[in-house]
């Protein structure tokens, strides 16, 4: 069986304000250990590791913000994985200056081919083996230069989520026929019901000469200013801190926007891998090991004639009493209560701590 | 118009275990500012001074535990009140005994004859003025050798408090025909239509040398070695350190059951003054301010789409989004979130880390 040797992309730029308080800027979602002992980050490095399932991954390379650098590479070193380079972004331009800047990279190394892998560092994926085996079929289809889209089978009628309207078979996957925003409910329905949507996971597997060919048709200054940020990087070993004046004049735009609505190379590859992207704290009770009455407790807890709550105390004593579907997160300087039905609401509250100005809060 | 001297003897023995995480045995309910800016011992002190009403208040007696008595001539300095006497208790041993030292420390400055007000420091009393009318009144009554409590008319059937049935009228009271225990639901009910019940509010109007010769008959154990203790004291100016030894050899009891179910000398005061023991987070919440949907915040709170809820916070950033009649107390080391149902059961919590000897959250 042919192997494919992939290099992932790992990006680690969000804040991930919908699970305030844990979740704060200085310590984002993917550099907290949300759904086991390990952080989203190193569940995500651990899941682009070694060989089999047709897949051969290599050292990743990182791309995160200054200010988690350090933390990123302890994370990494705790967990015995080297990044082949850790690119260090001086401001957050959204996704698509990203991938050229990793395509960049790859020519760099002398492997303008390589395979390239851009995923989140804060997702949840349940079964690793579908995921590799997803991504080995993928890579078949990357390698012919397509550029793929990881495409999940929607589980209800979700407005939080872009919608990918499959087209033609292409070996294991599609053609896209169309991308969609976030659908309102009604939409949605009728998306679920068609049978051929899927949820746009903002996975991408792709070929690095492809994208960059890609980007020059579709957005050239991004690729322009990214490459120019890449050439005029500060250099420290595998550490690479991005041009600030040249990155700072890249357009900021997402992948999806700046390249796949517009290339006439996507296709999406269904991956049924049990993925989840933790966007609210009822998300993570979904994934979440619960008792017999549907609660789940992390950390110091009492949970005492309660049914279907999330309570997760860091460093507090926390008890909850005679409340179902109720949604706790406890820490020592800030306590969010909310039911699992409002949980998402939450980033009304980070707006209004903005808007405050109390920083130490976020 | 007569005016009757009385001095009030306050005491501050309780722990509060009802109010945690706020109310903890370093800083008990009374001690806390929980309905305005001054603490419960303060308003208390404050309710009983001065001049007015048909009665004048002489200086209190505190009565407290030993590890209270920094905080508790503290507060009473900033509130300009020089007590008489600050009894110090080496250990509790409930009501009955300091009614004893009360009125054998009145014995002792020349005053057998003088009306004693016992009363707890953590109740709240809305109305000040019918308290004074209520206390003047009640002292005609004490006056004459009867042993006065203070009867709040039910304004609901609570469970939770004991209830006196009233016989003859006498003066402006009544005779006290039974003391009843804490009914069950059905029962209250039947008191509250009978309408001839009263909720034993634990507040006390005496002659020192009434209650004196009552205990010598009905309880003369803790009467001796009350005032075994208190000759035995360690005097420090108004401090008066009780002799550890002979009030640890005294019985623990309260002056309901040792004294008040026994003597023929039991008076019944109606008292409507706005009474509540502030016995749950919930009746905290029916005591406070509340905005437009009926919620009381205190602290530093965000509460969104919710209504009828009690939200505390003590340092610590709270919000609460789309939750109906909850109550949140957060503390920098324990939260607690339960129902305004549900709030008496906050005993079972207190109860659970007592077990598990978590000192440092009681």
């Known amino acids: 069986m042919t192997t494919r040797n992939v290099i992932p992309v790992i990006m680690s730029g969000g804040s991930g304000t919908r699970l305030w308080p844990l979740s704060r800027r200085a310590t984002p979602k993917q550099l907290l250990p949300l759904t086991g002992e390990r952080t989203m980050l190193q569940e995500t490095a651990g899941r682009v590791c070694g060989d089999g399932g047709g897949v051969t991954f290599e050292r990743p390379v990182l791309v995160a913000g200054a200010a988690h650098r350090e933390q990123i590479a302890a994370q990494l070193e705790n967990l015995g994985v080297a990044p082949q380079a850790l690119v260090i972004e001086p401001t957050g331009r959204n996704t698509a200056p990203v991938a050229a800047v990793a395509a960049g990279l790859a020519a760099e190394m002398g492997q303008p081919e390589a395979l390239l892998l851009l995923l989140p560092s804060d997702h949840h994926i349940r079964d690793a083996a579908a995921f590799r085996d997803t991504v080995a079929r993928g890579a078949r289809l990357a390698e012919q230069g397509r550029i793929v889209t990881f495409g999940i089978k929607p589980s209800g009628p979700e407005t939080g989520y872009g919608y990918i309207r499959r087209g033609a078979a292409m070996g294991d996957g599609f053609e896209v026929a169309a991308f969609r925003e976030k659908p309102d409910r009604a939409t949605a329905e009728g998306y679920l019901a068609d049978g051929g949507y899927y949820w746009n996971a903002g996975i991408f597997l792709f070929r690095a000469d492809t994208v960059l060919a890609e980007m020059a048709a579709h957005c050239p200054e991004i690729r322009d200013c990214a490459l120019q940020a890449l050439r005029a990087a500060r250099r420290d070993g595998a550490v690479m ?122």
């Not at 926007?257 to 992207?277: C, F, H, L, Q, R």
């Open 241 to 362: 801190a991005l041009d600030p004046q040249a990155f700072g004049a890249c357009p900021s735009d997402s992948f999806d926007y700046a390249v796949m609505e517009k290339t006439a190379a996507a296709a999406v590859m269904p991956a049924d891998i049990g993925w989840s992207d933790v966007g609210s704290w009822a998300a993570l009770w979904e994934l979440s090991d619960k008792d017999a009455d549907g609660n789940a407790a992390h950390g110091e807890v009492t949970v005492i004639d309660s049914a279907n709550a999330y309570v997760r105390a860091e460093g507090v004593k926390t008890a909850v009493i005679g409340l179902d579907n109720v949604v706790v997160v406890a820490t020592r300087d800030a306590v969010l209560v909310t039911s699992r039905e409002r949980a998402q609401d939450v980033k009304a509250v980070v707006d209004a701590l903005k808007a405050e100005g109390r920083d130490e809060l976020l």
